[in-house]
């Protein structure tokens, strides 16, 4: 009976009651309806009776962009509670959106609802309105919005924490006369008086208004005068900042210094200088050397002429010494130095030894040892970079090798040993110079998987170069044996690294599986290897016609040009497109002739 009844039964219904029977809809059944969202929303509020618990809610909500659901929330749970916290998750969303004008909906709605603004709602809006891509649009908002605050009837009163937002969203608008009109309308002392962050936003906008003006059609004179602008407006500011500092009525930090010593940077020599002072009086960090003014009468740096003839910037000296007296804990109220001081320092030494060469070489020197002795300052990568530039304009390679010895192995790249070698190019003079650039080569194999092949070719630069030498102020050439062994000891120490560059290239790196050297990076890598190649062939000519080496040795030279020349042959055609020529021996003479010629001067490598 039962298979009879099952015969009976079409396979499309059969289907359909096994579908049925396993609780799944079929495709042509209808779906159930929404649920009702005003009962959702009562249901809610049952449970988010507290403003806390649905201010946290609102914010888990939002992290979903469940933003329609949850604004209806919100509003129906606005009729019974104060939920300026929901309120205030609503308009931090829709500005992390860009949503401006949605955002400021919401405010006003908000206000109808009898949800009054706090003042954390006030920052969200002004933070917002810096952050919008609409600069203009965002600026007149928040403008808007900061007077209504000032309002006699308004129950929110800005305080510094407002003002500072404001001034942001002004610096970032780039309208520098609306920003320092609201900090001219501060309080100088008292509740709502500047601090710290309002100088420092202040100096910050002046700073970025004189770098994005360099982009603009301006002359150099223009350029110059608007930066002498800003810099006499910063040291006007400057001056309030240390006469309340001394009262005790401020805190300043190392933002604050820096940034002000970032403004001067853009200025003169005498700007660049004054950076040193400021330092001194706001870190108690003493100059190691004199001041430029009363050095350096006779500069020739062109003087900007200011328009409305107020050339009192001469006048204003904000950064003399100060004598602090020390707080009751036993701490001094300076300004604690870190690595954003010494990388201003540095930076400043480094524009100054260009225009001022009198100033010895161990300024440096000393303040990288005053501001990082102790262990008080740890140097970053940027700074020990600084560090060694300044080294490489003193034509100090001895202390370049003790920075690099003291520099963890982690903030070493290829610029930093194309900086170090280059400071062994400048200091060619120097008896140690090669040893030191050996060092600097094993330093660079223990820090790095593959060299620098710059670095390389200057290492072999270093050794053709350095056949003279100065000692007690007399010349001394060293011996062709000596030069020979040099040059020798320098192609020897090199072909390992040249192996692994040329399979580098050739094969891609094992380490990343080839996945980190893109096509130009590659085509550059063998532009740099084929000079490094040439450079190679040169030393080796030197050594066979100058008769630097036994002639035991020339046949084992002249097998090494030969596979030295088979690859420039090759490379030279696939990089440049050249025909499959090279005229090797045209490029050694010439070098040759300059080795004989200048043998204690650098000379150009063949490129």
């Keep these: 009976m039962r298979q009879e009844k099952d015969a009976s039964i079409k396979p499309q219904d059969a289907r359909q009651m096994w579908l049925d029977s396993r609780g799944t809809r079929p495709a042509n059944k209808p779906a159930k309806d929404p649920p009702d969202t005003q009962f959702v929303i009562r249901k809610h509020l049952q449970y988010l009776k507290d403003p806390v618990k649905l201010g946290e809610f609102v914010r888990k909500s939002l992290k979903h962009d469940d933003f329609d659901s949850t604004l209806e929330l919100v509003r129906a749970a606005s009729r019974s509670i104060q939920c300026i916290v929901s309120w205030n998750h609503l308009l931090d969303y829709l500005l992390s959106k860009g949503k401006l004008n949605v955002a400021f909906k919401i405010y006003n709605e908000m206000k109808k609802r009898a949800q009054f603004p706090d003042g954390h709602t006030y920052t969200i809006l002004f933070r917002g309105c810096a952050d919008n891509s609409n600069k203009a649009a965002a600026l007149e908002k928040g403008i808007s919005l900061y007077r209504s605050m000032l309002a006699e009837k308004s129950k929110t009163k800005p305080t510094t924490i407002h003002v500072n937002a404001v001034l942001k969203m002004c610096a970032r608008a780039g309208d520098m006369d609306a920003m320092l009109g609201i900090a001219a309308e501060m309080p100088s002392h008292g509740p709502g008086s500047p601090d710290k962050l309002t100088y420092t936003t202040i100096i910050n906008a002046l700073r970025a208004n004189s770098l994005t003006t360099f982009r603009d ?91 409305n003839g107020d050339d009192s910037s001469s006048q204003i000296k904000p950064f003399t010494s100060i004598a602090m007296a020390k707080s009751p804990s036993g701490s001094g109220i300076y300004a604690n130095p870190g690595q954003n001081t010494l990388s201003l320092l540095l930076e400043a030494l480094l524009d100054l030894r260009r225009a001022r060469p009198g100033i010895r070489k161990g300024t440096a020197t000393d303040y990288w040892t005053f501001i990082t002795r102790d262990g008080k300052v740890k140097p970053d990568r940027e700074n020990y970079l600084a560090y060694l530039r300044i080294l490489r304009v003193a034509r100090s390679s001895s202390e370049a090798v003790k920075v690099l010895e003291s520099m963890p192995l982690k903030d070493m790249d290829h610029s930093t040993f194309k900086i170090a070698m280059s400071c062994c190019q400048r200091d060619i003079l120097n008896p140690h110079v090669f040893s030191n650039a050996g060092k600097i080569l094993d330093l660079m194999q223990h820090a790095m998987t593959n060299p620098d092949i710059s670095a390389c070719e200057k290492y072999l630069d270093i050794a053709v170069s350095s056949s003279q030498t100065v000692q007690a102020g007399k010349s001394s050439i060293m011996s062709k044996s000596a030069q020979g062994k040099q040059i020798l000891r320098a192609l020897d120490r090199l072909n390992p690294h040249y192996i692994n560059i040329r399979s580098v290239i050739a094969y891609d790196d094992p380490v990343t599986n080839g996945s980190m050297m893109h096509r130009g990076d590659k085509r550059e890598k063998k532009k740099a290897l084929l000079a490094l190649t040439q450079s190679m062939i040169s030393a080796v000519d030197i050594l066979v016609n100058l008769a630097l080496v036994p002639q035991e040795l020339f046949k084992e030279l002249a097998e090494k040009k030969a596979r030295l020349t088979k690859y420039v042959t090759r490379a030279n055609h696939l990089v440049t497109g050249a025909p499959r020529k090279v005229d090797v021996p045209e490029q050694a003479n010439k070098q040759i002739h300059h080795h004989q010629t200048k043998p204690g001067l650098q000379h150009n490598t063949i490129s």
């Design 217 to 307: 059609n301006m002359t150099a004179m223009q350029k110059r005068q608007l930066a002498q602008e800003n810099l006499l407006k910063a040291r006007r500011i400057w001056v309030e900042v240390t006469e309340r500092w001394t009262k005790g009525e401020l805190w300043i930090d190392e933002e604050l210094v820096c940034g002000m010593g970032r403004l001067l940077l853009l200025g003169t020599s005498q700007d660049k200088d004054d950076i040193f002072s400021l330092v001194e009086q706001t870190m108690n960090i003493p100059r190691q050397f004199e001041h430029y003014s009363q050095m350096n009468t006779s500069s020739n740096e062109p003087k900007p002429v200011i328009e």
